[in-house]
């Protein structure tokens, strides 16, 4: 633990940036089984963000795994402190006056319990992308869970690393029941019920 750091205080509050953005800025959380859809959903909120006008932008799990935290692997101890740091990102996201929308399996109900608690309550929503794990291993988009089940890939969330669901998310999403925008369009639906975002897009969604 570092000593003799002291907080800088910003002469441009999160406030001043959501009032001149005209929206508000929060965590979108997406959590679910690896080919849930998480971040097909998360990219296809985002462009319906982007085209209202909404400040955002997506973190992504190999992304950040390939970069930020390329030194982490699959343990349980890595995973959480994976999510640990993704929250302090978000965090900052949220700081800067923007909608920051994660896609990390992030299967530890305590992980995600602990960057809820990292920002104010109506700046962490928890979207639970629910899926079976039969469809998610019949969709296998990235070929993961045919190597897992082969035994080339260990601690594979589903198989044989525990994914804990959300008990009270503040939204679910059912990729195997909606199509990818209907999904989206419910994500939205919920952001204009919490009035944190307004207006229109040109397709009128
Ligand atoms: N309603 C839906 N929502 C999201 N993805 C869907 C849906 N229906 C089919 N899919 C497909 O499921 C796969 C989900 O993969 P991906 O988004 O990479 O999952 P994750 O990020 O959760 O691992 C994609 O191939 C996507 O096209
Ligand atoms: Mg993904």
Redesign the pocket.
């Given at each position: 633990m570092s000593t003799n750091i002291v907080w800088h205080q910003a002469s441009v509050t999160k406030e001043d940036r959501r009032k001149r953005n005209g929206h508000h800025s929060c965590i979108l959380w997406?959590t679910?089984?690896?080919?849930?859809?998480?971040?097909?959903?998360?990219?296809?909120v985002s462009k319906k963000l982007f085209d209202l006008c909404v400040q955002n932008y997506v973190l992504?799990?190999d992304n950040i795994r390939h970069g930020l935290n390329k030194d982490l692997g699959f343990s349980a101890e890595d995973r959480t402190e994976n999510i640990r740091r993704i929250g302090e990102v978000a965090k900052l996201f949220v700081d800067s006056g923007q909608f920051v929308l994660t896609?990390f399996?992030s299967p530890f109900a305590q992980d995600r319990e602990l960057v809820r608690n990292l920002v104010e309550k109506d700046e962490f929503i928890e979207i639970y992308?629910k899926?079976p794990l039969e469809e998610?291993e019949r969709?296998d988009?990235?070929g993961l869970y045919k190597k897992a089940r082969n035994g080339e890939i260990r601690n594979f969330t589903g198989i044989d690393s525990p994914y804990e669901a959300p008990v009270s998310p503040e939204l679910t999403?059912e990729?195997?029941?909606?199509?990818?925008d209907?999904?989206a369009n419910q994500v939205i639906a919920y952001l204009r019920e919490r009035n944190f975002i307004k207006g229109e897009s040109e397709n009128g969604v």
């Open positions: 997406f679910g089984l690896s080919g849930s859809g998480k971040s097909t959903v998360a990219n296809a992504d799990g896609a399996i992308v899926c998610c969709r988009p990235k999403i990729t195997h029941r909606y199509t990818i209907e999904c």
